[in-house]
């Protein structure tokens, strides 16, 4: 028997969850780990991308060669210099939560209503890779987005919104705004 705890306890859980985060470290945000990620990618590979710079009075300062990555008096490169922060173990953590609930959360093998929800099948076709590369599409462009607006869903939508931040509501509207119109676009049904 397949159990899923409906939107409403989910809905209640998610928030308890962004509220002892917000309380106990900070808000939650991802997509400034993405950030780091590639920071620490190249950085690998040009080294002098990202400096650890002590100065004449023993502090430390982290600059770049990339105005992006300087960006915030160089914390995206102090986060890439020491990776072990909250943010990029909250990524890790996501994943591996996914994957232990596919693991043990009774998943039905793809093509079935719960990976190819009828409304996508009934306008788009029943194939599972179609629906895999709409839902990779559509995930990269709302965080290519999000990055654009210096922030994540995560970060404005539900963490801004809660902390009640005017620039949480505008991308919760913006999301909306682009959303509705594509799906009615879509799914014409």
């Known amino acids: 028997m397949n159990q ?12 308890l969850v962004f509220f002892a985060a917000a309380a106990v470290v900070k808000p939650i945000g991802v997509s400034t780990q993405y950030v780091i990620a590639d920071c620490l990618i ?18 430390v300062i982290y600059k770049s ?3 992006y990555l300087n960006k915030s008096k160089g914390k995206y490169v102090k986060a890439a210099k020491k990776p072990g922060n909250y943010g990029f173990v909250f990524v890790f953590a996501m994943f591996i939560g ?3 609930a596919a693991k043990f959360g009774n998943a039905k093998i793809p093509n079935d209503e719960k990976w190819i929800p ?3 099948s009934e306008n788009l076709g029943a194939s599972w890779g179609k629906r895999m590369t709409g839902a990779f599409i559509a995930g990269f462009m709302i965080l ?4 654009l607006a210096g922030g994540c869903t995560s970060g404005h939508m539900m963490s801004g919104m809660m902390q ?7 991308f919760a509207m913006g999301v909306f ?12 049904r």
């Open 65 to 67: 060669s990339n105005p």
């Open 4 to 15: 899923t705890w409906g939107w409403l306890k989910g809905g209640i859980i998610l928030g």
């Open 144 to 147: 290519f987005g999000a990055r």
């Open 118 to 120: 009828r409304v996508w």
């Open 177 to 188: 705004v682009i959303a509705v119109p594509i799906s009615i676009i879509l799914f014409r």
């Open 98 to 100: 996914g994957w232990l």
């Open 164 to 170: 009640t931040s005017l620039s949480g509501y505008l």
């Open 42 to 59: 190249f950085c690998s590979i040009t080294p002098d991308l990202a400096q650890e710079i002590t100065q004449e009075d023993g502090s």
